[in-house]
Every structure is written in C-alpha cells, then in structure tokens.
C-alpha cells in the first residue's frame, strides 16, 4: 500500500473507531451524561441494528469503489465490532422479563412487596387502568409519574381502597404530578418530601415513629433533553442516593436514564431489579416500539442488604401511555 494509501486509511479508521466509542460506549471518554452520546446510548437496540446495517453499507460500497477498497474495509470493521460489542452489552444486561403470575393465581411470601411504577402519560391510562394492574397484580406500591391527583385517589378506590394515597405536584402542568400509593399492610407513613431541586414530582415518603415501612421515593426525573441535561443529571443522582442513603429504601419510578448513564452506573448497595433478573436490556419506552429498540428507562432500585428481587417483568403497553409498566418482586433478604 502506498504512503497515500496508507494516509487513507489512518484517516478513515480513527474517527470511525472514536465515533464508534461515543456511540457504543460512551462512558470510556465521560460522555455518557452530554448531550448527544447520553440518548444514542439510550438506544442501544436500534444503533445495533442500524450499525449492521451499516456494516453491509460500507461493505458494498468497499467492493465498487476499488480505490478506496481498504479504507472502507476498515471502516466496515470498525463498525462491525463496535455493533457486537454493543449487543454483547445488551446480552449481559439480560434480554428476558420474568413472568408475573397473576396475584389472584400466585402465593406470595412473607413479607413480600410488590412495586408497580407506571409513568401513565399526562393521565393517558386512566384509573380504572391503573386500578386493574394494580388489583390483577396485587401490587403494594405503585409510583405513578405524569398522574393527576384525582386519578391517583380514584385508582386508589377502584383497587379497593386499602391504600395509603400520595401525591406531589410542583407546577400547574400534569408532567410535573406524581402519584404514590402504599399499601396500608406496610404501615403508616408520613408526608411526602420532595426532590429539593424541584424535579418533576419525585419525593419520598418514610414510616412514621414507631413503623417498620421501608422508605419509599416515587421518581420522575426530568427528561435529557439540551436545555436540562444538568437537571436531569441531578434528578438522577438525587434518586439513586435516596436508596443508597435510606435503610431498606425502595426507588421506583421513571429515570430516564438507563444503566449506561452515570447516575446509576453504580447503584451499590442498592440492586436495579431489572439487573438482577436479567431484564435489564429490556426497553419499557416508547411503548409502541418492540422491546429491543426502546430504552429501559423505568427501574425499581431496592437497598440490596434488605430485599432479595424475586423477579421483574415489563408488562404489556395500557392504556394511553408511552410507557410499559415495570413490576418488581422483592422479598426481605436472609
């Protein structure tokens, strides 16, 4: 190969291979929460396809422009082991969702807690929606960002009442409600206290004197969008903390983030359910894609040193939301 030839394909292989890293793994040049690498990485499904995609692409054309044969060829592969590497990411996080048998047809443990979180899109699935998750999968907490206060309390009645009911609304807009309910077997809680950066109605309710409740905080972080990435970066860091920091806590809810971004990177001591039961790559937004092109970006964190994860599932779209709901199964650990 000449020293041009040579020069060719130097300057085709190293951007690729940079851009290929800000793509797949963004985290290895702390880009994983910019703007930008922090959603192509989200999507970790669809950038797998479109990088096979790719690969055949560049092959094709490597074979009809001869002159530029070799510098293709290395682009191609370049983009081919960046597409394993990022599907062998996707394999390891766990590609399967427990089946949740139906609360009516399943025994469950001693001191077993159901959590339910469903981001239910401005009030899109509506209470008797809500209510029959909640009743067909016998869940005892239920996080419900984007839900008006009234269809939380009604869903609460519909699933026959026997709830703590919780809601927190920092604006006039319904983006910013959350709903919570408890259910009155876990004990009595006590006013909720909100994120103290504002966030979009994540806040935290903990037993009162006296109760032995695991402390709850429904999430709803802000969106990454480019005039909130730092918000967003807070919200989350906000919420991972409050399991760290809280003795047998339990944090559900919508993240909009997923394992790649650096808030939960590393949730020790707390366990993400998902993870812990191999369902982790599974997408749970939007919920009109397959599972494998969307984002899991709706979790359940549990403080490892008090709950075992029994099982996590993403359940099918209700409703009119853009979120499948997530259920987690955790039982007191030992």
């Known amino acids: 190969m000449t020293p041009r030839g040579w020069a060719w394909l130097a300057g085709s292989?190293?951007?690729?291979?940079l851009l290929a890293v800000v793509v797949v793994w963004p985290q290895?040049?702390?880009?994983?929460?910019v703007y930008g690498p922090a959603q192509l990485v989200a999507l970790?499904?669809?950038?797998?396809?479109?990088?096979?995609?790719?690969?055949?692409?560049?092959?094709?054309?490597?074979?009809?422009?001869?002159?530029?044969?070799?510098?293709?060829?290395?682009?191609a592969g370049v983009v081919a082991v960046a597409t394993v590497f990022s599907a062998g990411v996707l394999w390891s996080r766990g590609v399967w969702t427990d089946r949740v048998e139906p609360a009516a047809s399943s025994a469950s443990g001693e001191g077993e807690v159901r959590?339910?979180?469903?981001?239910?899109?401005?009030?899109?699935?509506?209470?008797?929606?809500?209510?029959?998750?909640?009743?067909?999968?016998?869940?005892?907490?239920?996080?419900?960002?984007?839900?008006?206060?009234?269809t939380t309390s009604r869903a609460a009645e519909l699933a026959g009442g026997a709830f703590q009911v919780f809601h927190h609304q920092v604006d006039a807009g319904i983006t910013s409600a959350t709903g919570l309910l408890v259910a009155s077997s876990l004990g009595t809680y006590g006013e909720p206290q909100p994120d103290p950066s504002g966030g979009l109605g994540s806040f935290t309710v903990r037993p009162v004197a006296g109760g032995d409740g695991p402390p709850i905080t429904a999430v709803h972080a802000w969106p990454p969008t480019g005039d909130a990435m730092a918000r967003w970066r807070d919200d989350t860091v906000w919420a991972v903390r409050r399991c760290k920091g809280g003795e047998g806590?339990?944090?559900?809810?919508?993240?909009?983030a997923t394992l790649d971004h650096p808030a939960l990177r590393s949730p020790e001591p707390c366990a993400d359910a998902a993870a812990e039961r191999d369902a982790a790559a599974v997408g749970t937004w939007p919920a009109g894609w397959p599972w494998w092109a969307g984002a899991p970006i709706d979790h359940v964190l549990a403080d490892a040193r008090a709950w075992e994860v029994v099982s996590f599932s993403v359940l099918g779209a209700a409703g009119g939301s853009d979120h499948r709901p997530v259920l987690a199964v955790l039982r007191p650990a030992g």
């Open 13 to 17: 292989t190293v951007p690729a291979a």
């Open 28 to 33: 290895g040049l702390g880009l994983a929460g």
């Open 44 to 75: 970790r499904g669809l950038t797998v396809v479109a990088g096979g995609c790719a690969v055949v692409g560049v092959a094709v054309l490597a074979l009809l422009i001869r002159r530029a044969r070799w510098p293709l060829a290395a682009v």
């Open 115 to 150: 959590v339910l979180a469903f981001n239910t899109l401005y009030d899109g699935a509506g209470p008797s929606v809500v209510a029959d998750l909640v009743t067909a999968y016998g869940a005892d907490v239920v996080v419900l960002p984007e839900t008006s206060a009234a």
């Open 249 to 256: 806590a339990i944090v559900a809810g919508d993240f909009n």
